[in-house]
């Protein structure tokens, strides 16, 4: 079984930047699908990124490509979330979550995943 600890949050001003974390504490990433979700105030839990570790396969939400770049530690067990040109509308909770031999499963569905972090803010305001 593996936690997630994200890291990273924080303000930013609009247009700015930040890198989230997520580490694999006490474990490992080999043969996990790890993915990123959001969920801003009254609005549900959308994707954001997920990566494959093994093949280091890389999804995004059609929406968000260009801005976020989501990318592993070549050491670490950590899944990078790369989030350039920031707007108000990024406010969020980011999520990180993990899934173990995911097969074919659906990466961009929160309901695929067992393995969840307590989220990091993130807010987006001048």
């Known amino acids: 079984q593996v936690q997630l600890v994200e890291s990273g949050g924080g303000p930013v001003q609009p247009g700015g930047s930040l890198k989230l974390s997520c580490a694999a504490s006490g474990g490992t990433f080999v043969n996990y699908v790890v993915g990123w979700f959001r969920q801003a105030p009254g609005k549900e839990r959308d994707f954001v990124a997920a990566?494959?570790?093994?093949?280091?396969?890389?999804y995004y939400e059609d929406s968000l490509k260009g801005r976020f770049t989501i990318s592993r530690d070549d050491v670490k067990p950590i899944v990078y979330l790369q989030m350039d040109k920031l707007t108000p509308e990024d406010t969020a909770v980011y999520y990180c979550?993990?899934?173990?031999?995911?097969?074919?499963?659906?990466?961009?569905?929160?309901?695929?995943?067992?393995?969840w972090g307590r989220g990091t803010q993130v807010t987006v305001s001048s």
């Open positions: 979550a993990a899934e173990y031999r995911p097969g074919s499963m659906v990466v961009d569905s929160a309901t695929s995943y067992e393995y």
């Open positions: 990566f494959r570790w093994s093949l280091g396969s890389t």
